[in-house]
């Protein structure tokens, strides 16, 4: 009874103690236990930032791969090749995967983010508690996908009081504006932030606004030019509207509220309206005047712009793939975003919309409980595998996804 006590307690008045991020670090685990039980490379953990890593070092940071900067990951690659035998790498990339996404779920409960105190909980379980493929957990080369998060709480942070505020803010505005494209989708948010500050005069350089503002344009214009220079180039067929909406209403809402089969069988009319409309009005009705009005409004705007880039990127209404895994990464975000707005009204004073919130996260948790921990992939024993690039010579190692090799092109022979 006095645990049920202490948990009622801390729920009332919730805190970022030891105990709590032992709670969360402990449910965050259980998501995807074998990426750090049994880690290995994933994707362009290996092919991409391991291997140019090796071959220039940490000249790689300049190194665009599908149109832009990658920052952090190669970070971690370089410093893990730095310090680490090679076979300890997949535990280093996934080791530190898993805490950079403790942090952010940590970040929740900082002061300098205007949110609801007990509601606290409940946004940072949304980062990982319901629908979730595993496809963004735990690998450095999906982790941008999260961390862009960090610049949507960015644009909303209180100014900083201390100069390790103000230095932390810009370095973390650095190191994720060259992190993936999502800066170049955000800046209005910076410049939002900008225009609505009367703190002091707009074009005044020492407003942390402008300074803030003026880092995201510079990270952003040099994301833009990679794309627009070594970026891909791809050519879709015109939108399909019709399978653009099934789709689109599928992954945002059915799925994680109604389950994985009904999201399968469904007629397609039907997962673009159940999917779709309650969205749309989720969206109209948090901008309505209210005392959170701003926060939610801000919430919106980063829901569209991050939806936005990523179906112009995607092109979901070409997707031939009858399953939930492939490009769920695209409606990450978007999705923990809908989520914090469904949150900002479980304590709102329509009570209709109030225990409609609360229905809508609850399926959202229960229906997916039994799925919790993304089944384990094949072990393909990577510290058996090493041994050439101990050696610097060229090798094919098998990695994840199943399927995928490695192609290890070796070291250039200055740097053995």
Known sequence: MSLLRSLRAWFRQPRLTPWAVAAFALLLFLRKP?????????????????????????????????????????????????????????ACYNTTAYLLWLAVVARTFSPRLPLPPTLRPWLALAFFLGPQTGEVLFCITNLQWLVAFLLVQQAFVAAPTTVFQRVSDFLVLLVLGLTGPFVLALGPLFAWRWWRDRSVPRFQLSSFNLQLLALATVCAGIQAWFILHTGPKFTYPPWIASRFFEIVGQRLLVWPVLGDHLARTLPPVWLGVLGCLPVLALLVWSLRPASRRLLRAQLVAAF??????????????????????????????????????????????????????????????????????????????????????????????PTLPAGWTLEYRGRPPTAK
Request: aromatic content about 14%; glycine content about 4%; hydrophobic content about 50%.
């Open 34 to 90: 074998f990426a750090l039980l049994v880690p290995q490379l994933y994707a362009e953990d290996g092919s991409i930032f391991l291997t140019q890593n090796d071959l220039v070092g940490l000249r790689a940071l300049l190194e665009p791969y599908m149109g832009y900067l990658h920052t952090l990951p190669r970070l971690i690659a370089w410093l893990a090749a730095r310090f680490l035998d090679p076979a300890a790498w997949p």
């Open 304 to 397: 569209l712009l991050l939806f936005a880039a990523g179906v112009y990127r995607s092109r979901p209404d070409t997707w031939s793939f009858d399953n939930l895994v492939f490009g769920d990464r695209y409606f990450y975000l978007p999705r923990v975003l809908l989520a914090w707005l469904l949150i900002l009204e479980l304590d709102t004073l329509h009570r209709p919309v109030r225990w409609l919130a609360r229905a809508l996260l609850l399926a959202a948790a229960l229906v997916h409980v039994k799925g919790y921990s993304v089944r384990a992939e094949p072990d393909y024993h990577w510290a058996t595998h090493v041994e050439p690039i101990r050696r610097g010579v060229p090798a094919n190692i």
